[in-house]
């Protein structure tokens, strides 16, 4: 009993593995191209519809690239020439 608080609760103590492992994040932000290429800023393409329209294009457009490169990609690891 002597790990319980007042409160009825058991304390927290940290894992060992916790504490060395640590977790890298890599921020993705795809709209930042997209914009600066059309010299839009997201308030343009909030406001206005075109705007709106032009970046959704270019948008799925980034997205269909990425995945066939993708793909393009596992296919060489699985059938290389």
Not at 13 to 32: K, M, S, Y
Not at 36 to 41: A, D, E, I
Request: aromatic share 6%; charged share 25%; proline share 5%.
């Amino acid at each position: 009993m002597s790990d319980l608080s007042g409160f009825g609760m058991s304390r927290l103590r940290p894992n060992a593995r916790a504490i060395i492992a640590t977790e890298l994040v890599q921020v993705q932000r795809p709209l930042d191209p997209i914009l600066g290429h059309l010299n839009y800023s997201i308030d343009d393409v909030v406001n206005d519809r075109i705007a709106k329209h032009a970046v959704l294009g270019y948008f799925k457009l980034s997205r269909q690239v990425t995945r066939r490169c993708e793909i393009v990609d596992l296919e060489r690891q699985w059938n290389p020439i």
